[in-house]
């Protein structure tokens, strides 16, 4: 079924080489793929010396508070539709999304494709009330062509848009991707190049993709899930975040908890503490960033699940986890109190809801037909 549904690369995505081959744009690695292969993701293919990419299908949907992505600083409480397609460029070991991310990689990984148009995820997410759609589960970038023809109709419906990525992109693709984007979340995984090729890639792509998203003027926010004896030493915290400070102050950092998954299980992995994370939230802090957030661990962390005003201290976001449970800013995004202007990508009026009076998602339309090569 897969097989089936591709369609060519854009090609600003890729280049023609000799003997056939091509490279591809659509991430950091970059791949020169030989006539008949794909490249690293396992998802854009070379056929005929002609790139082919996935379309048409989503391996899941689903309707949840836009805090969950996370976003915290773009239309707080409002409801976010994810949908994601097959494949990654990395392989992390510890990956929670690893049953769509790794299907093409690891045989333990199902997830039956569901056939969609862009048409079909834009009208159910309309369905569900959502104001955001968001590509996200696998890794977005590797489908770019798909989630901008969602993207396409999803502003045509006056929907915002996002990405949940890895980061590890190019300027051909983030510049192919900045029209229909309006947020855009990074998960910084570790500052040690040594880390990153671990998990299959390099630092150098993503640490450059964060400093352009940023220029491009789209909402960013950066989330490293914080796990021990990986990337929770000290001396790491405070070089990821003064790198963060160092192109702005203003870009939230989430760190949030690590539990044991996938591949990472067992042999003496533990868990992240609250300890853990509040120690990273003030290395955070003492490197300039403002905006810090302390995440997994709903009630546990104090104050680092709240936005507060960077310069008077006024809790302007009271949160539980992902549940809003007081909203005071402006709606032009200030503090009530001195008029400090928060940055992020804030509504007119607070359209969300309080977590006593929680928002239920309408059940899902049945839209799709569920296709698998088994019965």
Request: glycine share 8%; aromatic share 10%.
């Amino acid at each position: 079924m897969l097989d089936l549904k591709v369609r060519e690369a854009d090609p600003s995505l890729y280049e023609k080489l000799d003997n056939h081959r091509v490279r591809c744009f659509s991430c950091g690695h970059c791949c020169p793929i030989p006539e008949g292969q794909a490249g690293v993701c396992k998802v854009r293919f070379n056929r005929g010396g002609t790139l082919y990419v996935p379309w048409g299908y989503t391996a899941g949907m689903q309707c949840d508070p836009i805090e969950k992505k996370p976003f915290f600083h773009a239309h707080p409480g409002a409801l976010a539709y994810s949908f994601g397609m097959l494949g990654c460029d990395l392989h992390c070991g510890y990956c929670q999304n690893w049953v769509t991310s790794q299907a093409l990689r690891d045989p333990n990984a199902i997830s039956p494709p569901i056939e969609a148009s862009p048409e079909d995820l834009v009208r159910d997410a309309l369905d569900q009330g959502a104001k955001v759609l968001v590509s996200t589960y696998n890794e977005p970038l590797i489908t770019s062509e798909w989630a901008v023809a969602v993207f396409k109709q999803a502003r045509a419906a006056g929907l915002l848009t996002g990405f949940v990525s890895n980061g590890n992109g190019t300027p051909q693709v983030l510049e192919y991707l900045a029209p229909w984007l309006d947020l855009y979340k990074v998960d910084l995984k570790s500052f040690d190049d040594r880390h990153y090729h671990e998990l299959g890639g390099r630092i150098g792509p993503i640490l450059d993709s964060i400093r352009r998203i940023h220029n491009m003027g789209l909402w960013l926010e950066i989330v490293t899930l914080l796990i021990p004896g990986f990337n929770d030493s000290r001396d790491e915290l405070r070089r990821l975040t003064e790198f963060l400070a160092g192109i702005s102050s203003d870009i939230p950092w989430h760190v949030t908890a690590f539990h044991a998954d996938y591949k990472m299980q067992g042999d003496g992995q533990r868990d992240t503490t609250p300890d853990d994370l509040l120690q990273a939230a003030e290395i955070g802090r003492a490197a300039g960033l403002r905006y810090i957030y302390a995440g997994n661990l709903p009630g546990m962390v104090g104050p680092w699940e709240d936005t507060r005003c960077p310069q008077c201290s006024e809790t302007l976001i009271r949160r539980y986890g992902y549940l809003i449970q007081d909203y005071r800013l402006t709606p032009e995004g200030r503090c009530p109190r001195c008029a400090c202007q928060i940055p992020g990508r804030w509504a007119a009026h607070f359209d969300g809801q309080i977590a006593d009076r929680p928002f239920h998602p309408h059940k899902r339309a049945r839209l799709f037909t569920i296709t698998s090569r088994h019965p």
